[in-house]
């Protein structure tokens, strides 16, 4: 049985699509990571991942911790060699999204069918309330018209509803996790680059409540500035990134995200100045922002 092992999938309708999954496994419990890559945006609906090992489907409960990363746990069951489906679940429908695996001429229709038809053929009010008793969820008789009420109308509508669907939890296999924020998660990143580069006195002036750091790259003095932006309570509301240099129409294509233009001189907007692109600090999905 493996300790550590990834897996690439590739995108069923687009192959430039695809996702990293990484299994760690600890002895009790399988700690999974779904990481998207060149998807335009994250899938709607319920994203459902399932394994297809001897010839049965293990389907596990994907949780959105942050921007296109996913976690999951599951029993370490899982062979050495498998296939591996994720399913994304949209009102009735089921539709696949990728498929890798770690065996060769496997037939990744008929496997994402047995994987897409598990998922659809327990997304019913009585396979939803039978998992519930399975997994020793208690309610007496007056809470019963109120729970099926609930599973129903969450069944029944898209994403918005399904997804916080408060019975999802067991009827998925989830683990109920605190959403980790993307500050969080690149904490430690952060802490060293403010820690180990010369700050950015020039934009810690002109931005309130910021603090910038200049981080060289190549040992030849090119560099990039790194910054976090603030909110009236102090928390961090934007990490930031720029590169130096002149005003041009076209941003440079190394800056991903909405890149603006912030000149050093704002009487001489042309002139000297840095672009900016700015990432939401929770989410870590880059936004249209103008810090003056």
Same mark, same amino acid.
């Given at each position: ?19 990293? @999954?990484?299994?760690e ?6 700690? &999974?990571?779904? $990481? ?9 609906g ?15 409960? @994907? ?10 746990k ?20 089921v539709?696949? @999204? ?25 997304d ?6 039978k998992?519930?008793?399975?997994? &020793?969820?208690? %309610? ?7 729970i ?9 509508? /898209?994403?918005? $509803?399904?997804?916080?669907?408060k %019975? ?9 996790a ?35 750091? $200049?981080?060289?790259?190549?040992g ?6 790194? &910054?976090l ?8 509301? %934007? ?8 005003? /041009? ?8 995200g ?13 002139s ?11 989410? &870590?999905q880059?936004v249209?922002?103008?810090v003056?």
């Amino acid at each position: 049985m493996f300790t550590k092992k990834s897996l690439v999938l590739f995108g069923v309708k687009n192959q430039n699509c695809k996702a990293v @999954l990484t299994l760690e496994n600890h002895g009790e419990m399988i700690n &999974g990571r779904l $990481r998207l890559y060149n998807f335009d945006k994250p899938p709607e609906g319920i994203v459902s991942l399932g394994f297809y090992d001897n010839g049965k489907v293990k389907k596990c409960g @994907l949780v959105n911790t942050s921007h296109m990363l996913y976690n999951f746990k599951t029993t370490p069951d899982i062979s050495d060699e498998f296939c591996c489906g994720v399913v994304n679940f949209v009102g009735a429908h089921v539709e696949p @999204l990728l498929f890798g695996t770690t065996q060769n001429n496997q037939n990744s229709e008929e496997i994402l069918g047995k994987i897409a038809g598990e998922v659809f053929d327990n997304d019913d009010v009585k396979s939803v309330e039978k998992c519930l008793d399975e997994n &020793g969820v208690e %309610y007496d008789e007056s809470l019963q018209k109120q729970i099926d009420e609930d599973i129903s109308l969450a069944m029944s509508q /898209q994403q918005d $509803r399904c997804s916080a669907c408060k %019975y999802k939890q067991c009827f998925f296999g989830e683990e109920i996790a605190e959403k980790k924020l993307f500050i969080d998660e690149i904490k430690q990143q952060l802490d060293a680059a403010f820690e180990n580069n010369p700050p950015e006195n020039f934009l810690q002036e002109a931005i309130p409540s910021s603090k910038w750091v $200049r981080v060289e790259y190549d040992g030849d003095g090119d560099y990039y500035i790194l &910054g976090l932006v603030y909110d009236d309570d102090q928390n961090v509301k %934007y990490v930031c990134y720029g590169v130096p240099g002149v005003y /041009q129409k076209t941003p440079p294509t190394q800056l991903a995200g909405y890149p603006v233009w912030f000149p050093l001189d704002s009487d001489k907007p042309q002139s000297f100045g840095y672009w900016l692109t700015y990432q939401d600090a929770q989410t &870590g999905q880059s936004v249209k922002a103008v810090v003056e």
